[in-house]
Each structure stands twice: as structure tokens, then as C-alpha cells.
């Protein structure tokens, strides 16, 4: 059985940083896309980045030169790093593992499987 966890959410002042973790577990590490999603209360499910397999990466114009993915094949494991943390960005984040390439995964139509979210929150 396929599964994600993420971790890593918390409180956070403005300008500050966090790390996000989305474990895998259940399949082959291999040809892979794995998405970073966002949703805050009464707003829709944003896309903000993904990572593929063959190390190609995507993120969305509100979050780049902040946030950088990566992963850990040896740990099943992708990471997003948050620097410069703004209010905007306070959301529940879900990673989400399909496989297709970045700019598929990033409609969120393909997901196979979704991890149970981190609630982030940026606020002095």
C-alpha cells in the first residue's frame, strides 16, 4: 500500500524558514513525480511545486527564489524547504505522488495517493 506523511509544519514568524518532509513508503522510488500542494481556509487547492524522478523541478511564480525541493532517494523522501516565510503563505500542505511528468502532476488530476497534510502557519 502506497503512503505519504508529511511533516514538518508549525508556527512560523514572517521572514522565517521551515522544512517540509513527505515520506514514502509501499513503492519503488523510481519515475516518480512527487507535488507539493497548498490549501487555506476558503480558498482552492494551489499547486506550488513538484519534483520528478529525473530531477526536473517546477515552481509556481509565488513561491520561487522562497522555496526549493528536493529529495532523498536512499530515505524515500522529499523535502521543501521554506525561507521568507509570508502571512500568504499560511495553508494546510499535502504532498502528492503520481507518475507522469511535473507538468502533469501539477493539475493535481493525477495524484495517486495524497499524505494527510501539515498545517502551516506564518504570524508574528
Known amino acids: 500500500e502506497v503512503q505519504l506523511v508529511e511533516s514538518g509544519g508549525g508556527l512560523v514568524q514572517p521572514g522565517g524558514s521551515l522544512k517540509l518532509s513527505c515520506a514514502a513508503s509501499?513503492?519503488?522510488?523510481?519515475?516518480?513525480?512527487i507535488g507539493w500542494f497548498r490549501q487555506a481556509p476558503g480558498k482552492e487547492r494551489e499547486a506550488i511545486s513538484c519534483?520528478?524522478?529525473?530531477?526536473?523541478?517546477y515552481y509556481t511564480d509565488s513561491v520561487k527564489g522562497r522555496f526549493t525541493i528536493s529529495s532523498d532517494d536512499a530515505k524515500k523522501t522529499v523535502y521543501l524547504q521554506m525561507n521568507s516565510l509570508k502571512p500568504e503563505d499560511t495553508a494546510v500542505y499535502y504532498c502528492?505522488?503520481?507518475?507522469?511528468?511535473?507538468?502533469?502532476?501539477?493539475?493535481?488530476?493525477?495524484?495517486?495517493?495524497w499524505g494527510q497534510g501539515t498545517l502551516v502557519t506564518v504570524s508574528s
Open positions: 519534483i520528478h524522478s529525473d530531477n526536473s523541478t
Open positions: 502528492g505522488a503520481d507518475y507522469v511528468f511535473c507538468e502533469l502532476t501539477m493539475t493535481g488530476r493525477y495524484v495517486e495517493v
Open positions: 509501499g513503492f519503488t522510488f523510481d519515475d516518480y513525480a
